[in-house]
């Protein structure tokens, strides 16, 4: 994976699968955040009420990007796109993640491969972790 600041956008949107990886972030890349989606991931991991409390003071650090029915009509228009093609069976976490970075002009450093797939059909920039 090549992450250089080259063409780095403001916001690093940060999928579950990166955040967990990668505890420390170049800021050239562009400045981390979560969206409402990510958020609900990770907290979903929590193993107590106690570790859930933790983990959401944690993560109120991240700036968070909004979804709302834009992001939501943009993941519906894209999965569209995507079943014109045979390729609309993505997760649905990262199609609304992907659908939020294209509404924010942002950049999705994730670990998965379907954030190329979305990238036919939305406009951001994946940056995926090598494994």
């Known amino acids: 994976m090549d992450l250089t600041s080259s ?3 403001r ?3 940060l999928d ?3 955040l967990v990886r990668v505890p420390d972030l170049d800021p050239a890349l562009g400045e981390p955040c979560l969206c409402a989606i990510t958020r609900f991931e990770l907290l979903y991991s929590a193993r107590s009420p106690r570790a859930f409390e933790q983990l ?3 993560l ?3 700036h968070e990007l909004r979804t709302d029915a834009e992001t939501v009509a943009i993941a519906r228009t894209a999965q569209r796109e995507l079943a014109a093609r045979s390729q609309h069976r993505v997760p649905i976490p990262d199609l609304l993640i992907a659908a939020c970075a294209h509404q924010y ?3 999705v450093l994730h670990f998965d491969r379907h954030y190329e ?3 036919r ?4 920039r994946p940056l995926r972790l090598d494994g």
């Open 7 to 9: 063409g780095a956008e």
């Open 60 to 62: 109120d650090a991240f």
């Open 56 to 58: 959401e003071d944690e």
């Open 117 to 119: 797939t979305l990238a």
């Open 11 to 13: 916001w690093l949107l």
């Open 16 to 18: 579950k699968s990166a």
């Open 105 to 107: 002009q942002a950049a």
């Open 121 to 124: 059909v939305l406009t951001f």
